[in-house]
């Protein structure tokens, strides 16, 4: 496939290869009807698949705000053009559009993710080597008596792609909503993953026990403390494991997770360079169900897990970045569906076109909203 220019490839890519406009016509968020009382409503010149499309062009462009829609997108009706948009829309349509989602809307484009891995092969696998969970959190106040709230993102990835999430808000204890996250992956093959990663946020003691129980293998990434908290013997007497330059591990051993009759996890110390100069040693620990595996395999495993910032390539977006685009649950949780879908569509992308394009250099090219690492290569560069 020719790479230049890239924005008319990726927009012949979602045409012709994916069909993306035909699974985003199923979205009906501006044409519910009211059989009782039927109302004649004004034809917007953004219809549904419309509005979903600005949404992922606005992703793949790096606006990450809707404030960026005045500053940075307003004058590229070029680029809107290229994805088929007369403009992009307003800060004011696209808020009121995300506010109007119901919760069968947001079924709606669950089902437009599923049908776009799936038309990518992805559930023609009998199971997937890995599932990988994460969870994000963010504090919000909302305007109607200035009421704060917690929103509780979880995520579920396979394949370097992100196949279930779901967004709660205020609640104490996230389990629940990651074990109907794993089900909802589970869901798209036939047999269960051989391996469940977990990242630190994710780790909690019921969760482990969940998966010991369901006969899932995991591997878990987390804090030293909260591993320590959980082993007996003497951590002074175990001795360290040279892994490579700046590497190294210590074996803890077997460790019971809940009330078993005998050991059923494992807990391994690692130390490994910071990628930031002159920083003290990045230190975390592994809790698995691995008891056997070599501490190299653990370490390779537990450093390729598919993360939320890795996916999304942003420190804090699309849930933690400025202003909420809604001040509804519904609405938030649409806004995170629907950047979810882009960046599976740049994965995909990267992948029709071949080394040395990556997701992460896919996304680059196309951006005209600059993102913090932009700024960094942009100095960092002569």
């Known amino acids: 496939m020719d790479c230049a220019p890239l924005p008319q490839a990726l927009s012949w890519f979602i045409r012709e290869v994916l069909r ?61 053009r290229v994805f088929g948009l007369p403009r992009f829309a307003d800060h004011t349509t696209t808020h009121n559009f995300l506010n109007a989602f119901h919760v069968t809307h947001l079924r709606q484009l669950d089902r437009v993710n599923d049908q776009l891995l799936h038309r990518q092969g992805l ?73 469940i990663r977990l990242t630190a946020p994710c780790v909690a003691e019921p969760l482990l026990r969940a998966l010991l129980r369901q006969k899932m293998n995991f591997l878990a990434t987390t804090t030293w403390a909260w591993a320590l908290a959980r082993t007996h013997s003497p951590v002074e007497g175990v001795s360290w494991q040279v892994l490579g330059p700046e590497t190294r591990t210590r074996d803890l051993g077997l460790v019971t997770v809940g009330p078993a009759g005998r050991p059923n996890a494992r807990i391994v110390l690692v130390e490994e360079p910071s990628i930031v100069p002159g920083a003290p040693p990045d230190r975390f620990a592994l809790v698995t169900s691995l008891l056997d595996a070599d501490l190299a395999t653990l370490e390779v495993l537990a450093n390729r897990a598919t993360t939320l910032r890795a996916f999304f390539g942003h420190p804090t977006w699309p849930l933690r970045d400025g202003k909420p685009p809604s001040s509804r649950h519904r609405g938030m949780a649409a806004y995170l569906r629907l950047a979810t879908i882009a960046m599976n569509v740049l994965v995909l992308f990267a992948r029709e076109l071949g080394p040395p394009w990556t997701p992460g250099s896919v996304h680059r090219a196309l951006r005209v909203v600059p993102w913090p690492s932009d700024f960094a290569r942009a100095i960092a560069s002569p």
């Open 123 to 195: 559930g023609a696998k009998e199971r997937p080597a890995c599932l990988d969970l994460d969870l994000a959190r963010r504090p919000v106040r909302k305007r109607a008596g200035g009421i704060r709230t917690t929103y509780l993102w979880a995520t579920a990835f396979a394949d370097r792609l992100c196949v279930a999430q779901r967004l709660d808000e205020d609640l104490d204890n996230p389990v629940a909503t990651l074990l109907d996250v794993l089900a909802r992956a589970r869901a798209i093959w036939r047999k269960r993953p051989r391996l």
């Open 20 to 80: 993306l406009p035909t699974l985003l016509n199923t979205v009906t968020v501006k044409r519910r009807r009211n059989a009782a009382r039927p109302v004649r409503r004004r034809r917007s010149a953004f219809r549904d698949p419309m509005m979903c499309l600005d949404f992922l062009v606005m992703a793949w462009a790096g606006a990450t705000r809707l404030s960026h829609i005045a500053r940075h997108l307003a004058p590229r009706d070029d680029l809107a």
